[in-house]
């Protein structure tokens, strides 16, 4: 007769069940991994087991000492473990690479009885994945060289499309689709525009320097029966007085010594049939301003040496950052030329006006950086987006362009945090200003707001709908578009035609 094995037996309550398989997890982790090691909730390193100090020598750390009681990223170079205790979420698999190699990782929060992160546990699972994961790195270094390829692809379409085939015409860039935003005051900037692109009349696009109002003039272009033609772009303000009328008008053959004897077109010419963009208006010389405004009502340009007038067909859409209505009363501005273009002004609302489309726009300012250098988007972690929903941004977009692109440039990891970009603003001169949350973004009106057309109420519901989820994820669209139970590309959709 056999002896029968002693049995053991599970406990029966569940405080007793959760106790044994964490420490059962815990265990096994210890035993099957190449090190573990834990912070607390400021990120200071509080224990690290036995087998990971073979690792400390390769970080440049002398002794356990050296790594205990140190803040994580002074002693892990490239970790993202403080992305883990701002964010609660656990990261199961990740590769990290610094000096001394490259690690498969786990990272995973821990939290108190109230739920709240409190730390966070870095595991090594393989320090040799090249040999022990070769299959796995093999495949994700072959998706990689895809998506560079697919990258330098999507940047030489992009250049080559500046440029119609065979004509040297420049084409419109943008699209409605490019002006990132689903803030009530981006929809009503682009409802204006999209019905300022059905007509003929001229577009005055006005705002402070940086919202985007050429990126507008090209979508308005590119939204108009013009389309096909061709868009030209003239800064008016980039150009010596003393060129401006031949650059507007075009030089007849041998007009002056060292004129082309061929001749040379001006814009009105080369936009004939199309589109031109008259960008800074405002700074117009008053000695052109007249011409200019006969050759906008007549509809013909006289070149420069030349008693023959040229007739062409073109849309003017003109822009300025200038107050005109002032420079108008001032008489710096001619008044009839003034009422020629202010048939249908669009006002372009600064950043801060619309902080809500801030994570949006960082989305997409990293992913236009990383195809211009070929690199991974940085990552943006929430504390670091809350202080950029707080600057004033008097550039507007355009300084929030410049913020990411130091940051990223300086940084050592693709996570970017708020010191990082507040020691960036504050090399340019700008002291930042306090971190504004989500919630602070948000505003409520009176009853009034209800009296409205209900088809207009619901498009504005959904549109402040997206932009929470957008705020609330980070900017990530596949997350936004998962919350809030529609596809990514019904979502893609709604971004780019918020009215319908």
Known sequence: MTASLPTATLPLDAESIHALAARSMFELFSSISEGMFLIDRSGRIVWVNDSYQRFLPALGLGSVQDFVGHMVEDAIPGTQMRRVLETGKPELIDLLTNRAGTFVVSRIPLRDEAGSVIGAIGIVFFDHPETTLRPLISKFAQM??????????????????????????????????????????????????????QSASPVLLLGETGTGKELLAHAIHAASSRAGGPFVSVNIAAIPDTLLEAEFFGVAPGAYTGADRRGRDGKFKLADGGTLFLDEIGDMPASLQAKL????????????????????????????????????????????????????????????????????LVEALCEDLALRGGDAPPELLPGALALLAGQPWRGNIRELRNVLEQAAMRSDSQSLDAEQLARV????????????????????????????????????????????????????????????????????????????
């Open 144 to 197: 990689q060289r895809d998506l560079d390829d697919a990258r330098r692809e999507l940047a030489a379409q992009r250049n080559r499309s500046l440029a119609a085939p065979g004509t040297g015409e420049r084409r419109a860039k943008y699209t409605f689709a490019s002006f990132i935003g689903s803030s009530p005051a981006a929809a009503e900037v682009k409802r204006q525009a999209r019905r300022a692109a």
């Open 425 to 500: 603003l504050r090399e340019a001169g700008v002291e930042p200003a306090a971190p504004l949350e989500p919630a602070e973004t948000r505003t409520d009106a009176g009853d009034e707001q209800w009296l409205r057309p209900l088809a207009v109420q619901v498009a504005e519901l959904e549109r402040r709908a997206i932009a929470a989820a957008l705020r609330a994820h980070g900017g990530n669209k596949l997350a936004s578009a998962r919350t809030l139970g529609i596809s990514r590309a019904k979502l893609y959709e709604r971004l780019e035609n918020p009215d319908r």
């Open 293 to 360: 405004l006969r050759a906008l009502q007549e509809g013909e340009a006289e070149p420069l040496g030349s008693n023959r007038l040229v007739p062409f067909d073109v849309r003017v859409l003109a822009a300025t950052s200038r107050d005109l209505a002032t420079l108008v009363r001032e008489g710096r501005f001619r008044e009839d030329l003034f009422y020629r273009l202010h048939v249908l002004p669009i006002r372009v609302p600064p950043l801060r006006e619309r902080r809500g489309d801030i994570p949006a």
